[in-house]
């Protein structure tokens, strides 16, 4: 697992009498957790995206989508809230991917131990663990729209990395997106990445 800097468990242990402080520097490690998967298909360090730029692209996807109207059977701030926290999960089991052969039930494992981590003696965790769960479960209109738009925001990172020269192959991030993208606007969206991923010249 590739990280750019190692989580300040000291500086944790300070700020036990303060939950939502120390869950805010928790949830600001994402920042230095590489996106595996880039890393892996060869992108470089010094090009590859964040966790954390990773949540707030499919934040921000999840948001376009509903104001283009492409999302009208979701509650906007439910939809929102749950992709701000999707990846929660991931701060200390970190990135893992198919090509990392973790059973999905231990990978949920993984995660559900993260999470407890983050809400220890947080305000409002009952909120943000039914949240998740919500997410994983994948069940109902705002996890099918967070889901959705997690593969395509992957998908888009693609076209942009190959289009930048530092990733040769799209194909498998595009099939594992095609996956996962059933509803017809989101697939419009993913066909035209697609024709764009491709470096003119």
């Known amino acids: 697992m590739e990280w750019k800097t190692s989580l300040d468990e000291a500086f ?11 869950a805010f520097y928790q949830v600001q490690h994402l920042k230095h957790l590489y996106r595996q998967g880039w890393l892996k298909a060869g992108v470089p360090k010094e090009r590859c995206e964040t966790v954390s ?19 009208p059977q979701v509650n906007p701030e439910r939809a929102l809230r749950m992709a701000l926290i999707h990846e929660l999960g991931e ?42 769960e919500e997410f994983e479960a994948g ?12 593969r395509l925001e992957m998908a888009l990172q693609a076209v942009t990395y190959v289009r930048e020269g530092v990733l040769k192959d799209p194909s498998s991030f ?6 996962a993208v059933n509803d017809p606007a989101l697939q419009e969206w993913l066909e035209i990445a697609k024709n764009f991923g491709k470096k003119e010249g």
């Open 12 to 22: 944790l242990e300070r700020l036990e009498e303060f939950p939502a402080l120390r």
């Open 53 to 71: 730029d990773h949540i707030f692209g499919v934040t921000m996807l999840c948001w376009l989508l509903i104001e283009a109207e492409s999302a």
């Open 91 to 132: 701060i200390y089991a970190g990135d893992l991917t198919p090509s990392d052969a973790i059973p999905a039930e231990e990978k949920h494992a993984r995660e559900r131990q993260s999470l407890e981590r983050v809400l220890e003696n947080l305000p409002g965790a009952e909120d943000l663990r039914a949240l998740w």
């Open 139 to 150: 069940a109902t209109p705002e996890a099918r729209l967070v889901h959705q738009a997690d």
């Open 174 to 179: 595009f099939r594992s997106a095609r996956q």
